[in-house]
């Protein structure tokens, strides 16, 4: 019967072999503000970075012998867009990338704390990524400003 179950926990996936989103703990701060001219106006753009975690565990502990699970993670960093002083309502999200990545030994369950400081010691990138979707933004957020003022 001991033989039977294992064979089964050997064949079956835990339940933590499938994505699991995990909160990120970069500091709220990762906020970029410019302001741009049109037509008279002073409008400011306020462009946010939001981090979420993936996980996806691989491997397998089986009972009485040394694990071989890893916790793989990826990081998506998305830049949205808030417009003050525009007449303009709402947020759009302008930029994606799932370009931090990482792994860990270990179940992905116990290794949340250590993914979270991971990815925020990675802060300045995370930024860096920011300031140059805000930059890449200026000629669509002109032609956006220009599509819905008036005609004068």
């Not at 939001?50 to 830049?79: F, K, Y």
């Not at 116990?110 to 930024?127: D, F, L, N, W």
Request: with cysteine; glycine share 6%; hydrophobic share 40%.
């Amino acid at each position: 019967m001991h033989i039977l179950a294992t064979a089964l926990a050997l064949s079956m996936p835990a339940a933590t072999d499938f994505a699991t989103p995990i909160p990120a703990t970069i500091d709220d701060a990762l906020e970029h503000r410019v302001t741009i001219d049109h037509r008279g106006t002073a409008i400011g753009a306020i462009y946010r970075a939001d981090v979420a975690i993936e996980t996806d565990q691989r491997g397998i502990a089986p009972p009485s012998r040394p694990s071989t699970q890893r916790c793989h993670w990826t990081a998506s960093v998305t830049v949205a867009r808030t417009l003050e002083g525009s007449g303009v309502a709402g947020e759009r999200a302008i930029a994606t990338d799932r370009t931090l990545k990482g792994s860990r030994p270990g179940a992905c369950m116990t290794q949340r704390g250590a993914i979270e400081r991971e990815v925020a010691a990675r802060t300045p990138a995370v930024r860096d990524r920011l300031i140059a979707a805000a930059e890449a933004d200026r000629s669509t957020l002109l032609a956006e400003l220009e599509a819905v003022a008036p005609n004068g």
